[in-house]
């Protein structure tokens, strides 16, 4: 009895298109931002831009760097239709609000201010070679409610950090290593607040930056960012 010949599958392999898993894994569990496209920017609008340190570097939340940092923003604040108004230095990075009239002087402004960062951490920490881990991050911030939000994360960001880091919420004072003494929003002045020396940040002129993000309400300084109840600091 002849046997019926059977027809075999072939199954063709593709090494091409996206596959899950795929690809060169990021050296940090926060890899750094790479070139992407940057959204469009209009003169009125306001903007968050991080600023994120090379692992290795000491902690910048430290009295001579502080002081050799005060003292390169005051040169470069406001300058080619960019202005910093206001800023906040964690261990590892740093928060800025700026204004800019367009992508150039934002490009133009954002490229001083990291220049002189990086100087200023290599002299101050005695040592050579690049500092920022990669590009910047920038939010526009478009609406009243953005840029509250924003002046909140960016002026009491510390305290973000201290309840990550302990689960209750810090105590109440002005973050030093912060613009927040120069800061004319505040709901009630925070405990430490002083104008010592001349100002290292410019000041606002858009409306939104200026009045426009009061119509939320100003800001508490027992507020931590990122809670669900800001105004009394609980998760």
């Known amino acids: 009895m002849s046997r019926q010949p059977r027809q075999l599958a072939m199954e063709f392999r593709s090494h091409g298109g996206r596959r899950a898993g795929a690809g060169r894994k990021p050296a940090s ?23 994120r340190i090379r692992p290795g570097v000491p902690s910048l939340r430290c009295q001579p760097f502080l002081r050799e940092f005060r003292a390169s923003l005051r040169e470069v604040c406001e300058r080619d239709h960019f202005r910093v108004c206001h800023y906040s230095i964690q261990r590892d990075h740093l928060h800025l609000v700026v204004e800019a009239a367009g992508k150039e002087s934002l490009g133009r402004g954002m490229k001083s201010v990291a ?15 690049h500092v920022l881990f990669g590009r ?13 939000n924003a002046l909140a994360y960016v002026l009491l960001n510390v305290r973000k950090h201290w309840r990550q880091r302990n689960g209750v ?24 607040t002083r104008r010592l020396g001349s100002r290292e940040v410019a000041q606002s002129r858009t409306w939104l930056l200026c009045e426009g993000w009061r119509r939320h309400g100003l800001i508490d300084p027992v507020e931590v960012p990122g809670s669900r109840n800001q105004a009394n600091g609980a998760a």
């Not at 790479?34 to 991080?50: E, F």
């Not at 100087?119 to 050579?128: G, I, M």
């Open 29 to 51: 569990a926060r890899p750094p931002v790479h070139h992407i496209k940057r959204p469009v920017l209009v003169g009125r609008d306001p903007c968050h831009v991080t600023l």
């Open 169 to 192: 919420a810090p105590p109440v004072r002005l973050d030093a290593a912060s613009s927040g003494e120069w800061f004319d929003g505040w709901s009630r002045p925070p405990p430490g």
């Open 115 to 129: 220049t002189r960062l990086a100087r200023a951490v290599n002299r101050v920490f005695d040592r050579k070679g």
């Open 136 to 148: 910047y991050h920038l939010r526009a911030l478009r609406t009243p409610r953005e840029v509250r």
